[in-house]
């Protein structure tokens, strides 16, 4: 399960700073968002992965998974969320008012 | 436990929600009511530098939970004396800005609160998550400031400035990750103490994590290779917008002063001075960058922004160095370079609407309406920012060149500081002759004087200054002790975790 959730990690994060070099806005806005997926898997795997675990401590349980990433990982996609809506609508807006979606403003 | 050390962040946060209800109100009234929550920051701040000078550290535990496991508000002498300077600058920000920004858009007075809110938080907070999420709150108010009055120039730098900053979150997120990952906690305190015993086979891990946030730290600071952002984003922003962002930059340098001298300067720990080799060359580059930009610059703009980079060069070379003078140097250079810059962002607004359609270009142009007074400020602001004596600027250099004799590489520290000087001198000297004696050879239509640009705001900055170049004394004490609570992070870590109530 580690490995997979790795090579997962990595192929968001991958994905997203190849987009994120992109020339256009649109480019950019999706690799902004699939690299905040791989580090919201990754902040939930800083609690370490488990299956099966009870949230909370208990006598004669084997253990339990860890809630304060859960927390990280949800005020993380809150915020994200709101950052994405944001630069989608600021790409939008410098779509209209420079008539391209080139990030500089101009196709070189 | 202490109200006081919670109350900054509170009071712009209940004021931007309540200005968001007003929204319909009179004009006047919410100026008036934005300008009353920003007077209480600033006496709240004033209550806090009291309440810290015994050298106390306060701290607010949310919902009474007790340190490590819930959040908690740390207010020490850097953070009274951080909170002071943001609130006496936006005072004269909000001022500057009811003289006509705050009708060119929508919500002018709730993004400025939640700027406050955000910057008060990360000076505030005691974890590293929060500090993130502080990080962002004013980050995405700065977002809706610079963009506000509109114009493509300003949408396409805003456009820039908001993914660079969301690329930066993330890394933010990863190292905060990889830290609860390896310690189990986000708590700085907490984290000092596990920082001296990080097993072998973590500290690969664990360094990646310091110096990526080191990383993040540097580009909200624009330090060297991360500083590109800077100058587009603040020559566009609105005047009383890039005076505000002056702080922004400086919230940085605080964070790599709290977290270099928290967690990275144990006793003999195994992290201890991770970030020393990259700190000090780099801010000596940042210094020499930043004058050469505003040495190339055509604008006066762009030139103040050049400036506030070679600002944070300058103070990051006086927190690099580390020593108990060099951080007093740096912490009194903090507030004189912030005051500075902010009054020339603000007075280059009035230049620039003084010239008609030549703006701030520095190419020689019309009289500016009451050049002399402008002259004379913009004068100032130039002794100021370049450091000549007799004024504060030269005193916070030459209180650094004196700290930095300590230091082996002394040598090079004197000859880039001083060279940065030379630099800044002949930059301002270029642009205030351009704008201010060659105006005797323009031959196209006199300068118009329909400015409603204020000078007040720029004149009670400068006059701040000048409280901190008469005084130099008591502030000069102020920062040493800030500085002596910095090198004894066991206190910062005692009040935090246990024993005072």
Not at chain 2, 69 to 97: E, K, N, P, Q, S
Not at chain 2, 190 to 215: C, E, K, S, Y
Request: proline share 5%.
């Amino acid at each position: 399960m580690e490995a997979m959730f790795s090579i997962l990690i990595g192929v968001l994060t991958a994905s997203g700073v190849y987009l994120l070099l992109r020339a256009q806005t649109f480019p950019v806005v999706l690799g902004l968002t699939l690299l905040s997926y791989g580090v919201n898997l990754y902040l939930f795997a800083a609690g370490r992965l488990a299956i099966g675990r009870p949230p909370v401590i208990g006598a004669g349980l084997p253990g339990y998974a860890d809630p304060l990433p859960q927390a990280l990982v949800l005020t993380a996609i809150v915020i994200g969320f709101a950052m994405t809506a944001f630069v989608i609508m600021l790409a939008l807006k410098a779509r209209a008012e420079m008539g391209t979606d080139h990030v500089d403003g101009e196709a070189p | 436990m202490s109200d006081l050390a919670i109350a900054p962040v509170l009071v712009p946060l209940l004021a931007g929600i309540l200005l968001l209800l007003f929204r319909g109100r009179d004009l006047r009234e919410r100026r008036a009511f934005g300008l009353l929550s920003v007077s209480v920051q600033v006496l709240l701040a004033l209550a806090l530098l009291d309440a810290t000078a015994s050298g106390a550290i306060l701290t607010h535990a949310l919902g009474n939970w007790p340190a490590p496991f819930g959040i908690v508000m740390v207010a020490d002498r850097l953070a009274a004396w951080m909170l002071l300077i943001t609130a006496l600058l936006a005072l004269f920000a909000l001022w500057h800005a009811c003289h006509g920004l705050d009708v060119q858009g929508r919500h002018f007075h709730v993004l400025f609160q939640l700027q406050l809110f955000g910057l008060n938080g990360a000076f505030l907070t005691g974890d590293l998550f929060n500090l993130f999420v502080f990080f962002e709150v004013l980050l995405l108010a700065s977002y809706g400031l610079v963009l506000h009055g509109g114009g493509p120039a300003r949408t396409k730098a805003g456009l820039h400035y908001v993914v660079i900053n969301l690329a930066g979150s993330s890394l933010f997120l990863i190292a905060a990750g990889l830290f609860y990952g390896l310690f189990g906690s986000l708590n700085l305190a907490h984290l000092a103490l596990l920082m001296d015993q990080v097993p072998a086979d973590n500290l690969g891990p664990a360094r990646t994590a310091a110096l990526l946030l080191f990383g993040v730290f540097a580009l909200k600071s624009a330090l060297l290779p991360l500083h590109l952002w800077l100058p587009a984003t603040y020559a566009r922003a609105s005047a009383p917008v890039a005076a505000l962002l002056a702080i922004m930059t400086k919230v940085g340098a605080y964070a790599i002063l709290r977290v270099s001298t928290l967690l990275f300067s144990g006793p003999a720990g195994t992290m201890t001075g991770l970030i020393d080799p990259w700190l000090l060359p780099l801010a000596m580059g940042t210094l020499l960058v930043g004058l050469l930009g505003a040495l190339a610059a055509r604008r006066l703009t762009d030139q103040a922004a050049y400036l506030v980079i070679a600002s944070v060069g300058t103070l990051l070379i006086a927190f690099g160095l580390g020593s108990r003078d060099a951080i007093a140097a740096g912490l009194y250079y903090l507030p004189h370079s912030t005051l500075a810059a902010a009054a020339l962002f603000l007075l280059t607004e009035r230049i620039a609407a003084g010239r008609g359609a030549l703006a701030d270009r520095l190419e020689p142009g019309p009289d500016i309406p009451a050049a002399p007074l402008v002259g004379a400020l913009f004068f100032l602001c130039a002794i100021l920012l370049a450091g000549l004596p007799p004024l504060s600027g030269f005193i916070g250099k030459f209180l650094l060149l004196q700290a930095a004799m300590a230091h082996p590489g002394w040598p090079w520290i004197l000859g880039i500081v001083l060279l940065g000087g030379l630099l800044g001198l002949i930059a301002l000297a270029r642009s205030g002759s351009l704008l201010f004696f060659r105006s005797a050879a323009w031959t196209g239509s006199a300068g118009v004087a329909t400015s409603s640009s204020p000078l007040g705001p720029a004149i009670g900055l400068l006059g701040l200054t000048l409280i901190l170049t008469f005084w130099a004394g008591y502030w000069l004490a102020q920062a040493t002790a800030i500085a002596d609570q910095l090198l004894q992070p066991q206190l910062y870590i005692r009040a935090v975790l246990g024993g005072q109530p």
